[in-house]
């Protein structure tokens, strides 16, 4: 079965980007994230639609 989640130091591996600056993308409103107890999870699909609406703004 794929990964449906991956949590925020998993989402700052794959995306190349230091944790810290990972925190600050789910400031975000818009960014996709939601909570088990304290756990922040990342759906993966919503992850890549959310980079590539970033890819069309400018």
């Given at each position: 079965m794929e990964q449906m989640t991956i949590?925020?130091?998993?989402?700052?591996?794959?995306?190349?980007?230091?944790l810290p600056t990972a925190y600050e993308l789910l400031k975000?409103?818009?960014?996709?994230?939601?909570?088990?107890?304290?756990?922040?999870?990342?759906?993966v699909e919503s992850l890549k639609e959310w980079l590539a609406n970033q890819q069309n703004k400018k």
């Open positions: 949590t925020v130091k998993e989402m700052a591996k794959q995306l190349n980007i230091s975000s409103d818009d960014f996709p994230k939601f909570y088990i107890g304290r756990k922040i999870l990342i759906p």
